[in-house]
């Protein structure tokens, strides 16, 4: 009613220059204004000018629903007016700048997935920084994901600073710690350049500056290696321990085999010994290189891989002790509570699902990005220790099923083996 009796309202504003349109994008999310949808076209419909109607801060309409995660509003606004997408604020940024410094990832997606959208991916703000520069500092690994799997992105473009994205992946850590990051392994992997201000000589600010991150690694390294090393030697104490108390007990003297495990010889006992085995190489390696990553006459390089290189062993043994753990459990339990054995075995396998889940997902999203941009050879060869460690997780849930179910089937027999020996011992000695 409103609109047919003055259709300039449309672009009437507030104190702050914010028109209705803006607010009705505003408000579209709330679960409480559905309407908030066909009140947006209907705004457009009567006054298509609206688009271009900025507010005091200079951001126009896109870059109000880019800011709340209004893809659907973001999709209408391009179907009305192609051309709104390149619309810059007050800091020269595009309605993709903002989303990228809100993490609303549901709207990065949609622009990189548009090629009509390719010709906004480098707009450079009043800053120089890209939407590439803006997901490495806010170190969002989805956005960057969306960002590098997009060909028409270029991932060498500086900033006022002379920054590139691979300068803003170093600074958002310590030197000494440059390979921890994932983002700044694949920037590197591709084969990223650095900017002009970070090529030739140094200055004697960064020298400084590399000083102190040198001093606090050492530091951080120190502490590492001593938590690191308490977990480790646990970890090789307990599967030490293992080895000589075998589940299930010892043959007794009347046995043609005393002192032999009763289990040996059963598939789950095989497992167990096999993984228990594991554990404690896994965790003696472990120890010995944070021996030598805590030796401070070693060189530092050398220290470092030792200390980097000591997580994913330590992790290794830690699967294993698991594994070994819960069919050694199994084992016991199988014979006399199956419904419990079996809780056992799914316990594990889900805590196993749980702590792998978040990584798993995560590179898999570097995986599929380096697979756009450089072909699914590049993103193979990158992804090969990954697929290592979940190869070994999928071996692990397998055998702990398989082990689990061979023993169901195992274990009443020897049971009862056991038994009718026994009670053949004492009609003997009688």
């Keep these: 009613m409103l609109l047919e009796w003055n259709n300039d309202l449309t672009l009437q504003g507030d104190a702050n220059g914010s028109i209705p349109l803006q607010f009705a994008v505003i408000t579209i999310l709330c679960p409480r204004k559905r309407y908030s949808q066909p009140i947006c076209l209907e705004l457009l419909k009567v006054n298509p000018d609206a688009l271009y109607q900025p507010d005091r801060n200079g951001s126009f309409p896109t870059h109000v629903a880019a800011s709340v995660g209004a893809t659907s509003i973001i999709t209408d606004f391009l179907m009305k007016s192609h051309n709104c997408a390149g619309l810059l604020d007050a800091r020269g940024r595009t309605f993709l700048h903002v989303a990228v410094d809100r993490k609303k990832t549901a709207i990065v997606d949609y622009a990189c997935r548009n090629i009509s959208l390719s010709w906004i991916l480098n707009i450079q703000d009043k800053d120089g920084n890209t939407a590439l520069h803006i997901a490495v500092r806010k170190r969002s690994e989805r956005m960057f994901c969306s960002l590098l799997g997009n060909r028409q992105v270029h991932l060498n473009l500086m900033n006022e600073k002379g920054e590139t994205p691979s300068d803003i992946a170093r600074q958002n850590l310590p030197s000494a710690m440059e390979s921890e990051a994932d983002i700044l392994r694949v920037l590197n992997y591709v084969g990223a350049k650095r900017g002009i201000s970070h090529q030739g000589f140094l200055n004697e600010v960064d020298t400084d500056q590399a000083r102190q991150d040198e001093i606090h690694f050492l530091s951080q390294m120190k502490e590492g290696t001593q938590s690191r090393c308490i977990c480790s030697v646990l970890i090789a104490t307990v599967t030490f321990g293992a080895m000589f108390t075998m589940p299930g007990g010892y043959r007794d003297e009347h046995d043609t085999h005393a002192g032999s495990p009763i289990l040996a010889g059963t598939f789950g006992f095989d497992i167990f010994f096999m993984a228990n085995t594991l554990a404690f190489a896994f965790s003696t390696t472990a120890t010995i290189y944070l021996m030598f990553s805590g030796d401070p006459t070693r060189l530092l390089g050398i220290r470092k891989v030792l200390f980097r290189r000591s997580i994913p062993i330590i992790l290794v043994s830690v699967f294993c002790m698991m594994l070994a753990f819960a069919l050694a459990t199994f084992m016991m339990l199988a014979p006399v509570a199956p419904m419990s054995a079996s809780a056992v075995i799914i ?5 196993l699902v749980y702590i792998c889940w978040e990584a798993a997902v995560k590179y898999i999203f570097l995986f599929v990005a380096l697979c756009k941009r450089k072909g699914i050879w590049y993103g193979i060869v990158w ?16 055998l702990l099923a398989m082990g689990g179910y061979a023993n169901s089937k195992v274990e009443p027999h020897r049971h009862n083996h056991r038994r009718h020996f026994l009670e053949e011992s004492q009609i003997r000695v009688y």
């Design 383 to 398: 992804a090969r220790p990954f697929a290592a460690a979940l190869f070994l997780l999928t071996i692990m849930s397998c």
């Design 347 to 351: 316990s594990i396998i889900l805590v």
